[in-house]
């Protein structure tokens, strides 16, 4: 059992290498799960099973995970990655630690800011304007016939048919948040590389500015590489990063 910071019980999948000398922990995006959209985790995850030990978890109010949606922020998603983290160090204290984190809920790994790790991919970068950010997140819930009101709840209906509900502290919470900044701080605790997809269909045109002090690598694929061929692409180099 693992608990989050508010003792929240989290589903989550332990699987593979359980001699590895080290494991990789998977952080789904915003109102995703642990398999991710397309089954990308879950995908990328059995590529990598001969050299890690793998942990994919949905965060609180996600999937099985404990707690209700209309909770959901960032601080709270933090306290999700921290709970597992601690729970990693408590039972795997000798295993070097990798994260891999897809799309918005890079924001939740940079507000963790973990010590000690030793590599980080996130295969998508958000853009560095948060309030524009957000705004390409409601385009992108309307496209999928839903309605949004930032003023009251937005009942947020998923390709699963579950309904989600968002509360108006999120959007606050969201346009607020300082992504450059804690990024920046992250990047010095752990070797970060960030993908950055030329055909995202979310942010649409890819950011022209870049943090200096961070590695970027373009290819071209879509948001969530639903495409095969671009997720063996995504693979191939994920490899590439964390086996040497």
């Known amino acids: 059992?693992?608990?989050?910071?508010?003792?929240?019980?989290?589903?989550?999948?332990?699987?593979?290498?359980?001699?590895?000398?080290?494991?990789?922990?998977?952080?789904?995006w915003f109102l995703s799960d642990l398999n991710e959209w397309?089954?990308?985790?879950?995908?990328?995850?059995?590529?990598?099973?001969q050299d890690f030990l793998i942990l994919r978890f949905s965060?609180?109010?996600?999937?099985?995970?404990?707690?209700?949606?209309?909770?959901?922020?960032?601080?709270?998603?933090?306290?999700?990655?921290?709970?597992?983290?601690?729970f990693v160090q408590k039972n795997f204290s000798s295993k070097k630690i990798n994260i891999i984190a897809h799309s918005m809920w890079n924001y939740?790994?940079?507000?963790?800011?973990?010590?000690?790790?030793?590599?980080?991919?996130?295969?998508?970068?958000p853009k560095l304007d948060t309030k524009k950010m957000v705004e390409k997140l409601i385009w992108r819930i309307k496209a999928w016939w839903n309605k949004i009101n930032k003023n009251w709840i937005t009942y947020y209906k998923r390709t699963s048919w579950k309904i989600n509900e968002l509360w108006p502290s999120l959007w606050e919470e969201l346009e607020k948040f300082d992504f450059v900044s804690n990024i920046k701080n992250y990047s010095k605790n752990t070797n970060l590389i960030i993908f950055k997809p030329l055909q995202d269909e979310v942010v649409w045109k890819i950011e022209k500015e870049k943090i200096k002090e961070l590695n970027y690598l373009e290819i071209n694929w879509d948001h969530n590489f639903s495409k095969k061929e671009d997720k063996k692409i995504l693979i191939q180099n994920i490899k590439n990063i964390l086996i040497k």
Do not use: R
């Open 1 to 28: 059992m693992i608990k989050n910071k508010f003792w929240e019980k989290l589903d989550y999948i332990l699987e593979w290498n359980k001699n590895s000398s080290e494991i990789i922990i998977f952080v789904h």
């Open 38 to 49: 397309f089954d990308l985790f879950k995908d990328i995850s059995k590529e990598l099973k």
């Open 59 to 86: 965060q609180s109010g996600c999937w099985k995970s404990q707690w209700e949606e209309k909770e959901l922020n960032i601080k709270k998603s933090a306290g999700d990655l921290e709970g597992i983290l601690e």
């Open 108 to 125: 939740i790994t940079s507000l963790a800011n973990p010590k000690n790790i030793k590599n980080t991919i996130f295969t998508w970068i």
